[in-house]
């Protein structure tokens, strides 16, 4: 123990005497944090639309100010042209053409059939289904409040059933509640991982690392040196986040913290043994950000962050098995979300448990007292 003291107090030194990394340890994560929360969302805001009125009439200027009025749509351009549309959403000067088209306010004043066509700029798939599902929603209630009578006498003879919304756990569908847990996650990530995957190999490239291996250091209190300072700093990052997340986001807490922070530290010690594991195979720090990076890339798009493990293909989900940002991820928002337990996280738990298992010895081992 006293060794693995030494070697703390040796990290600690190299770490705060670096004042490059302190902005990059203590800043950063803080900053884009803030950015991301903000900037990471798929919530609709000001689509800017282009209008081909056909009909002129009182019941399609109402439908157009609907649109506006929802906070989602904004009218960009009108004209008589559905060409002039598209060539608006082929310069992205619009991404929606409405199109109301000739005697729109006769048929429904007399309950016959018309239509409203909505043409969408889906070269962004996600946003497109939002446009669409927000615009379809806008049209159904202006039909309903125009044409009542007609609407009364449809369900005529049949048994009415009224649906009740209720949102569980996220009441005002506020999407950075549900961002911000997962950008945390990768935040810290990041920190563990980056840091100590260059920490050996940084040793390597200034010339220290030979006077630690003349030392009678053993493989594991190397290891346990090189180790501790990132997992002390990433749960401090954690926490920081955590408060950021409380105060300026307005992020309810309303499982247990402690529980969180236990995980946590099982969690740091995967991806820090991953990044040890990283600098004992690699020659410069380049090579050790560059493999550390190709990593993250790949946990952060396959570790439901934007898009859902559900949504994935099978073989895509089956390989979140193998990625401890994934359950991290889940973990987080179970517990400051939903309020979960130990019992409903212990597999995940689990999961992560055996990865350290076998990441940290095999960074042990994989490390040599030797400079060939």
Sequence with gaps: ????????????????????????????????????SFAATYELREVNFHLVDFDQSSASRELVQKFQASGYFTLESSSFDV???????????????????QDFEQHLQSGGATSVQM????????????????????????????????????????????????????????????MVPGILVVLVSMIGMFLSGMNIVREREIGTIEQLNVT??????????????????????????LVIARFGFGIPFVGSVWLLFLIAGIYLLVVEGLGLFISTITNTQQQAMFIAWFLMVV????????????????????????????????IMRMVLLKGAGWSEVQHLVGLLTVMAGVILPAAIFRYRKSTS
């Design 216 to 241: 009678p250091i053993s493989r594991y209190q190397f290891i346990t040196g090189k180790l501790l300072p990132f997992w002390i700093i990433g749960l401090f990052e954690l926490a920081l986040g």
């Design 83 to 101: 060409g002039d549309g598209t060539e608006k959403m082929r310069s992205n000067d619009v991404r929606l053409t409405l199109v109301i088209p």
């Design 1 to 36: 123990m006293r060794t693995v003291k030494f070697l703390l107090q040796k990290e600690f030194l190299q770490i705060f005497r670096n004042k490059g990394m302190l902005p990059i340890i203590f800043l950063m994560p803080v900053v884009q944090l803030v950015i991301l």
């Design 299 to 330: 946990f952060i798009l396959m570790g439901g962050l934007f898009t859902p493990i559900e949504s994935m293909p099978v073989w895509a989900q089956e390989l979140t098995l193998f990625n401890p940002v994934a359950h991290f991820i889940k």
């Design 119 to 178: 043409n969408i700029d889906a070269v962004d798939g996600t946003t497109a289904g939002l446009i669409q599902g927000y615009g379809r929603s806008i049209i159904q209630d202006f039909n309903t409040e125009i044409r009542p009578n007609v609407r009364s006498m449809e369900f005529t003879n049949r048994q009415s059933i009224e649906v009740i919304p209720a949102s569980w756990y996220n009441p005002n569908l506020d999407y950075i509640q549900y």
